[in-house]
């Protein structure tokens, strides 16, 4: 019993110092120290240092050959059997070096270590670290945290402690290296330069939350717009189906009204037919009653009575019965269907124009400006002497469909000729280009026509409506294919010019905003002239401000009304001029005018003049003017642009129905370029 005992007692002796197990094939080095084998290999195979003891880090100069401890090996078989232990129980060694709890003292191998010296390179426990806090002779060893790659810390070439690190060659070195194959390079201590990779990765750290919370605020945005988005898309619906039901019902109440007007023409008809079959009915009777008279008579031939009788015919007989074509093509009836398929035909033509071209056709006062603007756009508009070519110029189905001759609005419609343009002189030739010789041979034949009284009794009737339905029909096709608008020759100029003094009635004064001025954007005169400077101006962050396109808005926003302002540029070129919604994107890169749909804007890029809405350009002839003027009909829904000058000539008009209040929105680009809101005077 006695003897068992001190085997077992030697259990610690028996334990291997890297894997804290019973020895595993144990083998030892010439100081005297053992190790398992295996373990052995893998601290020199997993380390970058030089070869050296494990425990008391002897460094050797080349791998020594490792010899099996029989001794050693013969007491652990002893041991196993007095102890009952078959194999020994030994975890990875990665896994136990990678393991902090796994880091033992150096000096006991038993208990944990609390410190590592980076002057012996080794790691003890709190009882063995006593000496390096108390004895002055280890008062410059230096003491850390323990270290599980305290044996990496060594270099590889001279066994030394690395303590400094190389910037050039990005690598940890020691004294002698830096002496050596690193001479003369930049080096920083190993504390510095982790130092400085752990506040580099810090301010990494930081900057991925900031960009994660800016991230994630976005994305809330973006939510919230999903909301306003569906509740905008839900508002214009309703709207736009009120427009098409109220289009509907007047078609349908037109329609009930036709066909009230063909049921009162039937009704005419049937009660003048009644009227005729009664008044024929009698003269039947009376021819019948004068026929039993002379039946009675031939029944008396042979009496003296017979030779003194006489009958008369009564005046019926002298009426030669006949039957009236009746139709229900009145002048109402007629005017209906006229109507009818010239509004077919000319909606028909409306649908196969693209949709951003329908308003010019809808509203004509805006044809002019947009043609001029370069976009050659056609439209089946009807010029005013075409009326004159009709034989009425004024029929009732024309009244009956006044969209086709929409006039125009009076501060955007062309002046006559008469009063426009300058004649010619007496005794020049000029061309006809109203009516052609056939049109004027019509126009007389027209007029020298007589109505017909047996079809048309009425007085004053208008000829046109005493011809066949097909007849009226093809008058009606023949107006609607009317000559190209640009057929006119007309001097655009002279066309779309508007009296400065017009516009100035609706003068609005403005002021830049600078809650909303770009940093590179300096305000200047009371706020009215807007600069771009390369040095940023020290305005606060705030939502409002533009931070990616140099833009800003103006304070005042308009929603209903007509308004009218004037800028003028120090240079027609990488500057834009427009309107945006008050919800116009201030930070991402579609925030620049005309690439969204909040805003729009004629914009100058080089000699290239555009105009932008919704990332949708359109190019337009570029008439490089100094002074820009805006007029902003928030009722009709337009914004037109002048070249102002003695008189305001239009370049383009936008047409949008504005759902809510648009600020006018300036883009400048260049270095020194300014823009400035004009006071108004006549």
């Known amino acids: 019993m006695a003897e068992n005992m001190s085997l077992l007692g030697l259990e610690d002796e028996l334990t291997c110092s890297i894997c804290l197990c019973l020895f595993e094939n144990p083998v030892s080095l010439i100081c005297g120290h053992s190790f398992c084998a295996n373990c052995l290999e893998a601290t020199w195979n997993d380390t970058t240092s030089s070869l050296s003891c494990p425990q008391c880090r002897m460094v050797f100069s080349s791998k020594p050959e490792l010899k099996k401890n029989t001794v050693l090996g013969a007491v652990l078989d002893a041991y196993r059997i007095k102890a009952g232990v078959s194999e020994p129980v030994k975890e990875h060694f990665e896994v136990k070096k990678k393991d902090p709890d796994a880091i033992k003292c150096d000096n006991c191998m038993e208990a944990k270590a609390v410190k590592t010296c980076l002057t012996c390179m080794a790691s003890y426990c709190e009882d063995h670290v006593r000496p390096h806090r108390e004895n002055a002779v280890f008062r410059a060893h230096q003491l850390s945290d323990p270290l599980p790659d305290l044996m990496e810390r060594l270099c590889s070439n001279h066994g030394k402690l690395m303590e400094f690190y190389c910037n050039q060659h990005q690598s940890c070195m020691c004294s002698a290296c830096l002496q050596d194959v690193h001479k003369g390079c930049e080096f920083v201590t190993a504390d510095e330069r982790r130092y400085k990779q752990k506040t580099d990765l810090t301010d990494k750290l930081n900057l991925l939350d900031v960009k994660t919370d800016k991230n994630q605020q976005v994305i809330t945005q973006m939510k919230e717009q999903q909301i306003k988005l569906k509740d905008l898309a839900t508002t214009r619906k309703r ?60 029944d008396q031939s042979q009496s003296l009575a017979f030779l003194k009788a006489s009958v008369d015919l009564p005046s019926v007989v002298n009426f030669e019965p006949h039957n009236p074509r009746m139709n229900v093509e009145g002048k109402e009836v007629i005017a209906y269907h006229s109507t009818a398929v010239a509004l077919k035909e000319w909606i028909t033509k409306l649908m196969e124009k693209p949709l951003e071209n329908r308003i010019c056709v809808l509203k004509p006062e805006f044809e002019k400006s947009v043609l001029d603007a370069g976009l050659g756009i056609k439209f089946p508009v009807i010029p005013s002497d075409i009326p004159a070519l009709l034989p009425n110029p004024n029929p009732i189905w024309m009244q009956k469909a006044p969209i086709m001759w929409h006039e125009p609005t009076p501060h955007l419609r062309p002046p006559s000729p008469s ?36 079809r048309n009794p009425s007085k004053g009737a208008n000829p046109v409506f005493s011809k066949s339905m097909e007849n009226l029909l093809d008058i009606t096709t023949k107006t609607v294919d009317m000559p190209d608008i640009n057929s006119l020759a007309i001097s655009p100029a002279v066309q779309n010019f508007v009296k400065r003094s017009d516009l100035l009635k609706c003068g609005a004064v403005l002021n830049f905003d600078v809650r909303t001025a770009h940093k590179r954007i300096s305000l200047s005169e009371n706020n009215t002239k807007a600069t771009v400077s390369d040095d940023p101006a020290h305005y606060p962050d705030i939502p409002l401000r533009f931070s990616v396109c140099s833009q800003v808005l103006c304070t005042k926003g308009f929603s209903q009304g007509r308004h009218y302002w004037e ?4 240079s027609n070129n990488f500057c834009g001029l427009g309107l945006a919604y008050g919800r116009i994107d201030r930070k991402g890169p579609s925030s620049r005018l005309g690439r969204n749909a909040d805003s729009w804007c004629v914009e100058w890029f080089n000699v290239k003049l555009s105009a932008w809405h919704n990332s949708v350009e359109t190019v337009l002839q570029n008439p490089n003017p100094s002074r820009v003027g805006v007029l902003l009909d928030c009722d009709q829904g337009s914004a037109t642009f002048y070249t102002v000058q003695d008189r305001a000539y239009p370049f383009h008009t936008f047409v949008f129905p504005f759902t809510e209040a648009v600020y006018p929105a300036f883009w400048i680009f260049s270095n020194g370029s300014s823009v400035s809101l004009c006071k108004l005077s006549n």
């Open 239 to 298: 709207i736009l189906e009120a427009e098409y039901r109220q289009i509907r019902e007047m078609i349908e109440r037109d329609e009930k009204e036709a066909m009230l007007a063909i049921d009162k023409e039937q009704e005419k008809g049937q009660i003048k037919l009644v009227s005729l079959m009664k008044k024929f009915n009698e003269n039947i009777e009376k021819m019948s009653r004068t026929k039993s008279e002379i039946n009675i008579l031939l």
């Open 419 to 454: 009063r426009g343009l300058k004649t010619k002189p007496s005794g020049t030739k000029q061309k006809n280009t109203s009516k052609t010789a056939k049109d004027q041979k019509d126009h007389k034949e027209h007029k020298d026509q007589k109505p017909n009284k047996t």
């Open 567 to 570: 800028i003028k540029m120090s």
